[in-house]
Structures are given as C-alpha cells and as structure tokens.
C-alpha cells in the first residue's frame, strides 16, 4: 500500500484537533450546565423515573399519567411536557427509590454525578479493551471529547439512562470475551430489566449453545420483575408489559426524530410527524401496517446471520449492539450513546490498517450523520414547508420528510464497516501479539 493511500497527521494538526476537540467539549459542559436552571431543569426525562420513585414511597400507581404525578409533588414546576405513563420498567422505579427522598433540584444533580461516575468508568474499560494505560490525563481528554459528543450531551442534558446501560454493555462485552459468561449474562439481564434492549444479543448467544449466558441474563431478568411484582404488585407490572408499553409505540411510531426501523412503514405510506406533518410518498394503510413489523423482523434476521457467520466475537458483538437499537420500538438520539461499542471497534481496527484513507473518510461521514442528533435532521425538513395548515401546523414534503431517516441509514453504514472490517485480526487480552496484517497484497507487521 503507498503511503499516500493511508492518513498521516503532523504533530502540530494532532495538537489543532486536540484544542478543536477540547473546545467542543466544553461547549457541551456549558450546555449541559444550562439544563439545570428553569425552565429547562423540568424539561428533563429524569423527571420521569423520579416520580416513579415518589408514588412508589407513597404507595401510589407508578404509572399514572406523569403530568398528574407532577401535580402532585412538583405543582410549582407546571409540568405539561408528557400526558402518558412513564416509559420505564418497573425496575427502574425501584433503583431510583434513594432520590425519591431527595427534592426534585438535588436528585437531579446526583444523577448527573452518578452518570459522570458511569462515564469516567466506561472510558477506564475501553481503555484496558485497547491495551492503553489509563493515565489522569488520557483520561480527562477523553472524558472532555465524550461530553462534546451529541448523544452523550443528550443524555446528560435530559438526565436519561443511556451512560449506565452503556457501562453494563461495555461490562457485559468485555466478560464475554473473557468467557465469563455467568457475569457477562447478568449484566446483559440488568441492560434488559432497565431497558428492553440488547434482546438480539442474548437471541445470537442462544444459537451459539451459550446457554450460561442465557440462562444467567433470563435469571437476572425475572428476578428484578418479581422483585417489581412484590413491591409494585402482580397488576401493576402486567400493566406496564401489556399497556404502557403497546401505548408508547403507537404514540412514538410517527415521532419525526424516531428513526427506529418500526417508523419506516409509516414513514413511506402514512402520514407521520410531530413537529411537522409529512405526507406518504404512496398511501396505504396495509402496506404501512405491513412493513412496520416486517421491516424490523428483517433487520434482526439479517444482524443475526451476518453475526453468526463473522471469524470475531467482538464483530458479532458489535453489529448486534447497532441492530439492538435499529430493532427498539423507540429510537432516539441519546440511544447512540450505545453506539460506542462497534465506534470502538472500527477505530482499533482501521488503527491496525494504518487508518486507510477512504475508509477512515467514509467512517468520519457516516459518524458525523449519526452525531448531529435528530431534531437537527427535523429542523432540516422543516426547510422545505409547502404550506401551512388552519391550525399553524407545517406541512412539509413527502421527500424532506425521509430526511429524518438519515441516522438509521448512518448506523446502517456503520455496521457493513464493523461487519467490513472483521478480517482485521486484533490483540487478546493480556497476550503480546504480533500480527501481519494482509492490506493489499502487502505485508504490514504490528507489535
């Protein structure tokens, strides 16, 4: 391969993307800071799992409407943002239960500390994953970098979930591939009594016979309902799986910054959107309902084969962890925070390449399409309104309205270049390795 064809940077360009990145990052710092001042302090969807917490210390129904549960303990917040029940699972309520005692103002603030906690200790384990010592200073430049990341900005900024899932992923990887598999399981079980994801990894380790992952994820994953049906009750927890959850999909389904793949039918052959109206390319209320659940169901199939068919756990890992979130009813920004992982994984192994140019431009794309959130992809489509309807609303075209899409087409890209890059062979754990690496006929040796 000719030098040319490969990336090379100066010291004094590191330095200038150093100062660049650095920049962005506190940029970031000060718009998460902001969030905490109101009225931006109630907007916040950690509002959510902590009125949880303080119907559950009153003995009232969790999922009551959340604008009802703020009336009562928060009246001087006027929250309107969110009529329906809370999208959480009845565990969360429980783990939130020690800032059910806080005021609504402080708790926040502990969760955001408690979230930074969960970051720094990602970082710490990719760090050991790449074989890099985890220095002070690496550490804060790559904390820095984090927060000037849009999905990570959204999750600290609404107060989400999404950093903590994130460690019990990373967790979760990084015991599998050390064949720790009863701690790996348990791990993927609590990513999955928090949050309804990660299903299609536990789905891939059961066709690879790994039944004490499995077992062990399904153990933790009863345990935390039973434990929510004996505080809760029975009723409340069968009220969550076979109401709220149903009611939050269908409500979502035409949210315009969802870009799950179930928001594709109606993308195509209904009309969808929140913060504007989009009208079907072709409508069809048949096709629409057909491919919301057909379109999904393609997604899993094809991540799970192409997984099963990869030379590397950690490819395999990677691409499930992308179709875990292309495959969630609800899909948003925050969520590619998950995202990481197969980040990661591309960027050890176009390291190993000696980052090839066109590449490592195309990964630079698609990864900037993923980061610029989804209300910028709404905002784009609001460009093109064609009219205005009685009632203020805007209506946007057909096409602009596909534009929202762009994210999942991203990550789609993303994934072909994990699944790209699997015959790229990587350090193991504690090993020194020595690899040639096969780049176009030419030998290149890595130590």
Not at 204 to 218: C, D, E, H, N, T
Not at 361 to 384: D, E, H, K, P, Q
Request: glycine share 8%; net charge positive; charged share 15%.
């Amino acid at each position: 391969m000719k030098a040319s064809s490969n990336l090379t940077f100066s010291p004094g360009f590191k330095r200038l993307l150093l100062v660049l990145a650095s920049f962005n990052g506190l940029i970031g710092i000060k718009r998460i800071v902001e969030s905490f001042f109101p009225p931006d302090i109630y907007r916040k969807d950690f509002i959510s799992p902590y009125l949880m917490a303080k119907a559950i210390l009153e003995g009232l129904n969790p999922y009551l409407p959340l604008h009802d549960l703020a009336g009562i303990w928060m009246s001087y917040a006027d929250y309107n943002e969110l009529k329906h029940p809370t999208p959480h699972p009845p565990f969360v309520g429980l783990l939130g239960l020690p800032f059910g005692y806080l005021s609504y103002e402080k708790a926040t603030i502990a969760w955001l500390i408690f979230e930074l906690i969960c970051l720094l200790a990602v970082i710490l384990l990719i760090l050991r994953w790449w074989g890099k010592p985890a220095k002070a200073a690496t550490m804060a430049i790559l904390l820095l970098i984090a927060l000037g990341w849009i999905p990570v900005i959204e999750d600290l900024w609404f107060g989400q979930l999404t950093i903590c899932l994130l460690l019990l992923l990373v967790g979760a990887w990084l015991s599998l591939r050390e064949e720790k598999n009863l701690l790996g399981g348990a791990l993927l079980g609590g990513l999955i009594a928090l949050k309804l994801m990660a299903g299609p990894i536990v789905i891939f380790l059961a066709l690879r016979r790994k039944w004490s992952v499995v077992f062990s994820a399904g153990a933790v994953v009863v345990a935390a309902n039973l434990l929510a049906a004996g505080v809760l009750g029975t009723n409340c927890v069968k009220y969550y799986y076979l109401e709220v959850c149903p009611l939050l999909a269908s409500i979502y389904r035409s949210h315009d910054v969802n870009y799950s793949s179930w928001t594709i039918g109606e993308r195509f052959f209904a009309e969808f959107g929140k913060n504007f109206v989009a009208p079907p390319l072709f409508s069809s209320a048949y096709l629409a309902w057909l491919f919301t659940y057909l379109i999904p169901a393609a997604v899993l199939l094809l991540g799970l084969r192409l997984a099963l068919k990869v030379e590397h756990f950690d490819t395999a890992f990677g691409l499930l962890v992308g179709v875990s979130i292309l495959v969630s009813p609800i899909a948003w920004t925050h969520y590619l925070t998950l995202f990481s992982i197969p980040m990661m994984i591309i960027a050890q192994r176009l390291w190993l390449l000696g980052l090839p140019r066109r590449m490592s431009y195309l990964v630079f794309c698609l990864w900037l399409l993923i980061s610029m959130g989804g209300t910028a992809y709404s905002y784009i489509a609001r460009l093109f309104i064609s009219h205005i309807t009685p009632g203020g609303f805007p209506v946007v075209t057909s096409v602009a309205g596909l534009v929202t899409l762009i994210p999942a087409v991203a990550l789609s890209g993303l994934l072909w270049i994990v699944w790209r890059l699997d015959h790229v062979k990587t350090p193991q754990n504690d090993e020194v390795a020595v690899l040639t690496l096969e780049v176009e006929g030419r030998g290149l040796r890595y130590t």
